[in-house]
């Protein structure tokens, strides 16, 4: 529980910090908190959330992941990520995260709303 309570604050701040770079007071602040729904990327197991803007994914590592800590945010214009996670873990990830279609992305976010309302 302690892992997942770390994994959470982890997602928490980097949202935040990812929010408020070179946000304005015109710009809302996102909210990732929709979900999780547990994945799998670059063979690795993430906890995938979706904000309130109804169109960004955020991939944060499950506890336990080789990849942990790290998190991805995916929005229409980019895939970004940061942590201190295996970098092959990371970077196998990202490459599957990359190739995820429009599709596959309203799909994501799509379990991400329902997973929120099964708990």
Request: aromatic residues 8%.
């Given at each position: 529980?302690?892992?997942?309570?770390?994994?959470?604050?982890?997602?928490?701040?980097?949202?935040?910090?990812?929010a408020?770079?070179g946000?304005t007071?015109?710009?809302?602040?996102?909210?990732?908190?929709i979900?999780?729904?547990?994945?799998?990327?670059g063979?690795?197991?993430?906890?995938?959330?979706?904000?309130?803007?109804?169109?960004?994914?955020?991939?944060?590592?499950?506890?336990?992941?080789?990849?942990?800590?790290f998190?991805?945010?995916?929005?229409?214009?980019?895939?970004?990520?940061?942590?201190?996670?295996?970098?092959?873990?990371?970077?196998?990830?990202?490459?599957?995260?990359?190739?995820l279609?429009?599709?596959?992305?309203?799909?994501?976010?799509?379990e991400?709303?329902?997973?929120?309302?099964?708990?």
């Amino acid at each position: 529980m302690k892992v997942v309570g770390l994994a959470i604050r982890l997602l928490t701040a980097c949202v935040v910090a990812g929010a408020s770079v070179g946000a304005t007071a015109a710009e809302p602040t996102l909210d990732c908190k929709i979900g999780p729904i547990d994945k799998t990327f670059g063979g690795s197991h993430w906890l995938v959330y979706s904000c309130s803007d109804g169109k960004t994914l955020v991939f944060v590592t499950a506890p336990n992941s080789p990849a942990f800590p790290f998190y991805f945010e995916l929005s229409p214009e980019k895939l970004g990520g940061e942590g201190t996670g295996d970098k092959k873990s990371t970077d196998a990830a990202y490459t599957d995260i990359s190739k995820l279609s429009n599709g596959d992305v309203a799909v994501l976010l799509q379990e991400t709303r329902a997973a929120e309302h099964t708990q």
